[in-house]
């Protein structure tokens, strides 16, 4: 049994958390601060939350119900060691790391079905979903001029991409221009401490209000409140995060 969530139950500087233990039915590595970009992640509509299994290669797919979390179904990641998954309407791409490599899922009636197809090479870049849902590089790789570009977060609206630079505990700002690629918009937008490392993954409240990003190595979670011009304001820091935490949703 692994720590599959570190939920926020309101948004905003009040916001308290909480850790809710539940089974995915796979493993985890057994090393603590999963390096990946959204190991668990919330569907927009809160009804599904998704979680990988890095050592046993598996997607696991949880129901949300107001009384807590019922596993709906696990399936093979496609590949070796996925870290991070990615969730659309009923589109779910999953990256794995061990072989380097992105698979496609749609969700429906509870269950994961991978898509034919889908599998393609990883890279750090902005990608295309089409109706079949095939994947079509807009842009590649964007340097942030900072350290250790990995986790990524986008506004609601679709506008803004917020990344979190584990190397030196700062957040950068990306645009989204209107062709769909991306541009630098400000290497530094926020901070959980420049300068130190400790800053993972991140999360988008449901409102699209607020940023959240977990300081691992501080054991704390910080927010911002987000802008409409993808600029962000330091709303508070929270502490009491478990020293495995490996990943967040926020709702």
């Not at 493993?27 to 599904?48: C, E, K, N, Q």
């Not at 300081?215 to 962000?232: E, N, P, R, S, T």
Request: aromatic share 6%; glycine share 16%; net charge negative.
């Amino acid at each position: 049994m692994r720590w599959l969530r570190y939920r926020m139950r309101d948004s905003g500087p009040r916001a308290a958390g909480s850790r809710v233990p539940d089974s995915t039915g796979g493993r985890g590595t057994g090393v603590p601060h999963l390096a990946s970009a959204g190991s668990v992640i919330l569907s927009d509509d809160g009804r599904w939350l998704l979680v990988v299994n890095a050592g046993s290669d598996e997607l696991s797919l949880f129901a949300v119900h107001p009384d807590g979390l019922r596993l709906a179904d696990r399936a093979g990641s496609g590949g070796s060691k996925p870290t991070s998954v990615a969730v659309r309407d009923t589109l779910v791409y999953l990256l794995n790391n061990g072989t380097p490599s992105i698979s496609g899922f749609t969700v429906a009636d509870g269950k994961l079905t991978e898509l034919g197809g889908s599998t393609g090479a990883a890279a750090a870049s902005c990608y295309a979903v089409s109706g079949a849902g095939e994947l079509t590089m807009v842009s590649g790789s964007i340097g942030d001029t900072r350290t250790e570009v990995c986790w990524v977060a986008l506004t609601k609206d679709d506008r803004f991409a917020h990344m979190t630079n584990f190397g030196d505990g700062t957040v950068s700002c990306y645009e989204i221009t209107a062709d769909r690629s991306l541009r630098l918009h400000e290497p530094v937008a926020g901070s959980t401490g420049q300068g130190q490392k400790g800053i993972r993954d991140e999360a988008i409240s449901g409102d699209g209000r607020y940023l959240y990003a977990i300081d691992a190595d501080a054991q704390k979670l910080c927010g911002w409140a987000v802008g409409q011009g993808g600029q962000i304001k330091p709303v508070g820091e929270f502490g009491g995060v478990p020293d495995t935490v490996a990943g967040l949703a926020a709702s």
